[in-house]
């Protein structure tokens, strides 16, 4: 994973997801990155992606970080009439799949790097929950 910060943004695999959204209107991109399957190994691509999704979830509910880069928030004010309640819902589990370790390389990565990775998860986790 190429990261040159501790964000959820801050790294190539949620950058490159991120062009994506920005090319894309509407909640479908959102659920395809929400389409992870719990019995499988997450490599790190689709964790960064699932996360970068969780996050403009929680931006559509004015719960976002503060920190979205400009194409970003523009898409969300664009978006801004998608339903998210079922969203919250696959995004709850899918970041209790993405923070486990045992199963995911994104949350293996962050581990290894001495960062607050369950401070970081439990901030996301609380928005969503607000």
Known sequence: MGAWGLDVFEND?????LFELTESDGA???EEALSIDAEEYIEVDEGSAALAAIEVINSLR????VNLPGPVSEWINANRSIETTNLVTKAKRVLGIV??????EVSQLWLEQEYDWDGMVNDIAARLNA
């Open 13 to 17: 695999s949620a950058m490159d997801w």
């Open 28 to 30: 479908s991109i959102l």
């Open 62 to 65: 004015d719960k976002g970080p």
């Open 99 to 104: 923070s486990n370790p045992e199963i995911s």
